[in-house]
C-alpha cells in the first residue's frame, strides 16, 4: 500500500487540478456558447442576405464562410484559455492555406471567379450570352464553373475563371434590342421603290415597336449593288422570329416589285493589241 500524504494531494490539486479544471471549462463554455453565437450571427446574416436581390448560391456561401471564420475565432480563444500559443497556431492555419492555396490554384480562380459573377450578376439563369467564345443560354451558376446550353442542345460547362477573364455580352439583359439587315439592290433598281417596299413589310410586322423608328437607308455603294441598311426595334423574345420573317418577306416583295438582288460581277475588258 502507498503512503498518500494529504498534503501533497491538496498541494497537487490546489496546483493542477483546479486551475486546469477551471481552465477547461471556461474553455468548453467558451467554445460552445461561441458556437451558438456564430450559428446566430451566420442565420441572421443569412435571413437579411435572403431579402436582398442576392443570388441563393451566393447567400448560402456568405453565410456558411461566415460562420466558418467565427467559428476558428472561438476555437482559438477557447485553446488561447487553455495556455496554448495561439500564435503558433495562427501561423501553422496560415502556412496550411498557402499549401493549399498553391496546390489548388486554379480552383482557387474559378472559385474566386464564380464568386465575383455571383455578386455583380453580368447574367443570370434563362439569359442568352456570348461567353468563352461558346453561345448560349444559362443553366446554371456555380462556385467553380457556369452550366449553359447551346441552340442545338449542347450542355457546355466553362470554368468561371474563363468567363471572368473574357468578354461578356449578355444579349437578353435588355427588354429591346435592334436587328440590323442589309439587302442589296441593283443600281438599275430604283430606290425610292425599294424603299417603299421595305417600309410596307415593317409596318405591317406587328411585332416591330414604333419607337425607335425603324431606319432604313442607303448605307453603302457597293462594288455590284447598292445595300439598304434596315434597322428595326423588338422585344428581345422576338429577335429571332422577326428577323426570319421580314428577310422572307422582304425577298418576296422584292420579286412582285421587279427590284433584283444582284450576284457579286465584275466588269473584264479584253484589248486586242493591234497588228504589226
Known amino acids: 500500500m502507498f503512503d498518500i500524504d494529504k498534503a501533497e494531494l491538496l498541494a497537487f490539486y490546489t496546483k493542477f487540478i483546479e486551475p486546469w479544471s477551471v481552465k477547461i471549462l471556461i474553455a468548453l463554455v467558451i467554445f460552445i456558447i461561441g458556437q451558438l453565437i456564430a450559428k446566430i450571427i451566420a442565420g441572421v446574416l443569412g435571413k437579411v442576405l435572403r431579402h436582398t436581390k442576392l443570388d441563393k448560391i451566393l447567400v448560402e456561401f456568405i453565410q456558411s464562410l461566415v460562420n466558418a471564420l467565427l467559428l476558428i475565432f472561438v476555437i482559438v480563444a477557447a485553446l488561447d484559455q487553455l495556455g496554448v500559443n495561439t500564435n503558433s497556431v495562427i501561423a501553422v492555419l496560415g502556412a496550411a ?4 492555396g498553391l496546390a489548388l490554384q486554379g480552383s482557387l480562380q474559378n472559385f474566386a471567379a464564380g464568386f465575383m ?4 450578376r453580368p447574367f443570370k439563369g434563362g439569359d442568352f450570352v456570348e461567353a468563352a467564345g461558346t453561345a448560349g443560354v444559362i443553366e446554371k451558376i456555380g462556385i467553380f464553373s457556369t452550366t449553359l446550353h447551346t441552340g442545338d442542345n449542347k450542355e457546355v460547362i466553362i470554368p468561371n475563371s474563363a ?4 468578354n461578356i455580352v449578355n444579349y437578353s ?7 440590323d439587315m442589309i439587302f442589296s439592290i441593283g443600281y438599275e433598281d430604283d430606290i425610292r421603290t425599294a424603299r417603299d417596299v421595305i417600309a410596307s413589310i415593317l409596318k405591317d410586322e406587328p411585332r416591330i415597336l414604333p419607337e425607335p423608328a425603324p431606319l432604313i437607308a442607303v448605307g453603302e455603294l457597293g462594288a455590284s449593288s447598292v445595300n439598304l441598311f434596315v434597322r428595326p426595334w423588338v422585344k428581345t423574345e422576338d429577335y429571332w ?9 422582304i425577298k418576296l416583295a422584292f420579286d412582285e416589285s421587279g427590284i433584283t438582288i444582284p450576284f457579286p460581277q465584275m466588269d473584264i475588258r479584253w484589248t486586242t493589241p493591234p497588228a504589226p
Not at 468567363?163 to 473574357?166: E, G, R, T
Not at 439583359?173 to 436587328?179: A, S
Not at 422570329?241 to 418577306?249: L, S, W
Open 241 to 249: 422570329d422577326v428577323k426570319f420573317a421580314v428577310t422572307e418577306k
Open 173 to 179: 439583359k435588355r427588354p429591346t434590342r435592334r436587328i
Open 117 to 120: 459573377l455571383l455578386i455583380f
Open 163 to 166: 468567363i471572368y477573364s473574357s
Open 97 to 100: 492555406g498557402l499549401a493549399i
